[in-house]
């Protein structure tokens, strides 16, 4: 992804619900993207499968797959792809899944779509797919509709039906956020070992470290419609350099933690993404703007993201050290 800009028209104005954004990803890994809601992820990611509406809404910059510029691909070849090469699973299976049809039939569907395959070669693909997400009695499952599954069997189902055609890109949003914590791991391991088997790139998103450094590889930090942050998972978590991704770590709670410990929330709320204001889009949240030594100003000047390891902020590479690990390291512990 180069320069992503997704922007709507709307009766306020324009929304710049994502204003630049860049990442790659290698077949193979997993990139969490997190951040707060309304921040931009899944506005993003919709507009690699061209799901946004082109009459209210600007798409610009550059998506690659494999080869292929999707921006400006159109959607009959973008029907080809969803589903088959880039998948997607979301939050709610509930809302993903059609209650009139049975599980093993939406599983088989594109199946039958992209590979031509007939009915009964389908279904027996549905029943292996059911089987590799751990349903058990696939065979006789396969024919039960989705309110007849538990929410974790649903999202399960919802994970067969997203692999079935083998993407070369699995878009997860938000994929555990409806489940409870134990079947939220079990649901993270499952797609973890689905991707050892299929090869599959992940993209992760959450607002969820604990999920984040469960599954990523590489993390990318969103605040208000850009990345601000972007390096390997164990950077990230344990060498942040940006402030925001600062408070996402003091805000929280940690199993080894105190008792007592105070849990820290970020103060304030998110830039309207109406007018963004001209500076660092963190700004008004930020504790450290007056600790900026350079020419550069918080409040006009707009931090870059640089290539590879590193984070949108004025502060000095010294800085962006020293302060984690003085002043927020000793309130993780
Ligand atoms: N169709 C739309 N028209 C106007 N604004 C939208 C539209 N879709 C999303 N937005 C706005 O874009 C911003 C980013 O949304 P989203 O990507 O869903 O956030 P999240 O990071 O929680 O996934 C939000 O402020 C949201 O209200
Ligand atoms: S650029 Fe300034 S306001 Fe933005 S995160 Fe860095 S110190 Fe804070
Ligand atoms: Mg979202």
Redesign the pocket.
Known sequence: MRDLRVH?R?EDGV?K?VDGLSFDLERGRTLGIV?E????????NQAVLGLHDPA??RVSGEIHLDGQELTTTGERKLERLRGNKVAMIFQDPLTALSPYHTVGRQIAEPFRKHRGAGRREARERAVEMLGKVGIPNPRKRVDDYPHQFSGGMRQRAMIAMALVCDPDLLIADEPTTALDVTVQAQILDLLMELQQEFGSAIIM?THDLGVVSQVSDDVLV?YA?RAVERGTVHEVLHRPQHPYTWGLLTSMPRLTGDVGQELVPIGGTPPS?LHAPPGCPFAPRCAFPGEVAGPASCETDRPALPEGRGAACHLSAEQKRTFFVERIQPRLR
Do not use: E, P, Q
């Not at 809601?37 to 993003?44: E, I, Q, T």
């Open positions: 709507f709307t929304v619900a951040g809601s309304g921040s931009g992820k899944s506005v993003a209210n809404t998103i969103m419609g993404l």
